[in-house]
């Protein structure tokens, strides 16, 4: 495990909200805070706010079928206060790294670029190796004077792009392959991530990806701020875009409102429920479809008892942010029963640091083609653009579980939600 460098930290975390447990299929927490006004922004402006933690190693793998508990620190201790959540989340941040996406380097040497209304050019120089890429730019109709929020959108398939610019957000249509190409050897990796990295990088597809969205929000920082807001920025995906999507919110705090669609396996489902899932892609699957995963998840596709991780605390890597999860019930392979359990799992930091309304789940949809328009998300979806990005709205905090896709927090854990001072 390495330890990571001191870097400045600033987050306002928001006050607490009493709520009711969230293991359970449905749950409206926002009505608890109806009184509450616009969400000030909370996401920290460091992509890694946890940088300066000292994470230790967590010595040997105990397998536990349950899942792991959020709140316990590697050296078996619970955090009792909000402000412990930081190194917590580093210590997660590690683990995710080191058993199932591979590493995501510190920020490079050197990132430069240019924004304009129609594109984003992003150059890249770290480690004595240079690498290029770039992103288009969609503006919302009727734009005035003043910078807009914006959300990248992987591959071109994420959330309502119509709802999206409706709300007054700009669309970054972002090509992942450009950083990290499908169809290519574990051992030769392709794109400008690999460019610089090496094409034996043992990092996954995914955590390339979002590597390349970091890259992106660092050039709109830099920008003078006249087309795109430098502090607002949401990113969404369907399919394996929803996958990426997941890992790029996860992973960069600086990422306001993370919204994946259908990620499935390797996406928001809870890794030791995918096995028992019936008709869930299976991990070994999803682990040889593309190297999405990194090389050393190999080792715990028939085990995954034996990760000292699961995707509920990716989740919960996400908060105080705002984070809308929506999942198709009528695909089985998307495995949304394990989905609802991550979900659920992570809600409980959100309770925890007192911002349940942060986030959103909802399968509960009518529609069953993959990575469709759905009438039922464009609600919470405007909702969570007027809060998260342009700071006018209320959070959503709405979990609609489909009946049939239904899974249960309490059959997957032994611990219990604390109450963080």
């Not at 293991?23 to 000030?40: C, F, H, K, R, Y």
């Not at 499935?264 to 028992?276: M, Q, S």
């Not at 992570?346 to 986030?359: D, F, K, Q, S």
Request: glycine letters at 12%; charged letters at 15%; hydrophobic letters at 40%.
């Amino acid at each position: 495990m390495r330890f990571h460098r001191p870097r400045p930290r600033v987050w306002a975390a928001a006050a607490c909200v009493a709520v009711a447990s969230l293991a359970v299929t449905t749950l409206n927490p926002a009505a608890v805070a109806a009184d509450a006004g616009p969400t000030a922004r909370i996401a920290p402006a460091d992509e890694n706010d946890g940088a300066h933690c000292a994470v230790p190693s967590p010595g040997p793998a105990t397998p536990e079928q349950l899942l792991p508990d959020p709140f316990t620190r590697l050296d078996g201790t619970r955090i009792t206060e909000a402000a412990d959540w930081e190194c917590r989340r580093a210590e997660i941040r590690e683990l995710a790294e080191s058993t199932v996406y591979g590493e995501k380097p510190d920020p490079p040497q050197s990132v430069t670029g240019t924004v304009s209304t129609n594109g984003i050019t992003v150059n890249v120089t770290d480690q004595g190796r240079s690498a290029s890429f770039s992103a288009s730019v969609e503006l919302p109709s009727g734009t005035g004077a003043g910078p807009v929020p914006a959300v990248v959108v992987l591959g071109g398939f994420g959330a309502d792009t119509a709802t999206i610019r409706a709300a007054g957000a700009a669309v970054i249509n972002f090509d992942p392959y450009a950083v990290g190409r499908e169809g290519t050897p574990r051992n030769n990796k392709q794109g400008a991530f690999y460019d610089i990295y090496g094409s034996g990088s043992q990092t996954g597809l995914l955590m390339a990806w979002s590597w390349g969205v970091s890259r992106i929000i660092d050039v709109i920082e830099q920008a003078d701020g006249s087309v795109l807001s430098t502090d607002a920025t949401g990113v969404t995906g369907c399919s394996r875009f929803g996958k990426g999507a997941f890992v790029a919110g996860a992973f960069d705090q600086r990422i306001d409102l993370t919204m994946p669609i259908e990620s499935g396996t390797a996406g928001a489902p809870i890794l030791r429920g995918i096995p028992g899932e019936n008709g869930a892609q299976p991990l070994d699957s999803a682990y040889g479809e593309q190297p999405w995963f990194g090389d050393a998840f190999g080792s715990f596709t028939g085990d995954p008892s034996r990760l000292p991780v699961d995707t509920h605390e990716i989740v919960s890597m996400v908060a105080p942010r705002g984070l809308f999860l929506m999942e198709n019930p009528h695909v089985d392979w998307l495995g949304a029963r394990s989905g609802s359990v991550a979900a659920l799992g992570g809600a409980e930091v959100y309770r925890a640091l007192g911002v349940a309304e942060n986030i959103s789940y909802s399968s509960d949809v009518q529609d069953g083609t993959h990575c469709a328009a759905r009438s039922e998300w464009q609600g919470p979806l405007r909702a969570s653009i007027e809060t998260f990005l342009l700071g006018t709205g209320q959070a959503p905090g709405v979990f609609a579980i489909a009946p049939g896709k239904a899974g249960n927090l309490d059959q997957w854990r032994n611990w219990q939600t604390p109450v963080l001072n």
